[in-house]
């Protein structure tokens, strides 16, 4: 059964980068079911779809994010990752990664736990 | 990007009623919507895709019906574990959008 588990740094500064790790464990990350994809939800707000990855590396991103927003893939450590460029307290979230169906229809299982990034000086 | 009107936000229910939700998008999406269920702390789970197919392991008592621009999600009799927020999501196209989500509330 496909796992999935975030990690990285629970604080950012303002104006620097949020970088954030998702290990797929139970699969592969290369596997031609899934995109794997990034969600985030404000505390005590609605989610919020970053972006999707495949494991070639095709990407779609969140227009509203899309010039600070970067996910990449690595195959080697079964690991997809995050990067948001000039973060703002309004980027502070619980960040969810999750397998998204890669065939119609979709649907977003399975989930992270989530990790709460907070963005402070 | 495809917007997502979920009603109503929250709501008061007991045990044993029947739960109605609606998420409307601002144009056709066949049916490619889905339910997700949050409790606080947790990720959210899928209950419902393709509109209407009840995701493996989900409990019977849940259903979802719509095509188009108008969908539901109904809870046949709500349990106490139901207790949680609901989210549509579109996955149309790109970018994929939530709704605001709707609180089930004990009443």
């Known amino acids: 059964q496909v796992q999935l588990q975030e990690s990285g740094p629970g604080l950012v500064k303002p104006s620097e980068t949020l970088s954030l790790t998702c290990t797929v464990s139970g699969g592969s990350i290369s596997s031609s079911s899934y995109y794997w994809g990034w969600i985030r939800q404000p505390p005590g707000k609605g989610l919020e779809w970053i972006g999707n990855i495949y494991y070639s590396g095709t990407t779609f991103y969140n227009p509203s994010l899309k010039s600070r927003v970067a996910i990449s893939v690595d195959t080697s450590k079964n690991q997809f990752s995050l990067r948001l460029s000039s973060v703002t307290a309004a980027d502070t979230a619980v960040y969810y990664c999750a397998g998204r169906t890669a065939v119609t229809p979709n649907w977003f299982d399975p989930w992270g736990q989530g990790t709460l990034v907070t963005v402070s000086s | 990007a495809i917007q997502m009107t979920q009603s109503p936000s929250s709501l008061s229910a007991s045990v044993g009623d029947r739960v109605t939700i609606t998420c409307r998008a601002s144009q056709g999406i066949r049916n490619d919507l889905g339910w997700y269920q949050q409790k606080p702390g947790k990720a959210p789970k899928v209950l419902i895709y393709g509109a209407s197919s009840l995701q493996s392991g989900v409990p019977s008592r849940f259903s979802g019906s719509g095509s188009g621009t108008d969908f539901t999600l109904t809870i046949s009799s709500l349990q106490p574990e139901d207790f949680a927020t609901y989210y549509c999501?579109?996955?149309?196209?790109?970018?994929?959008?939530f709704g605001q989500g709707t609180k089930v509330e004990i009443k």
């Open positions: 999501l579109q996955d149309y196209n790109y970018p994929l959008t």
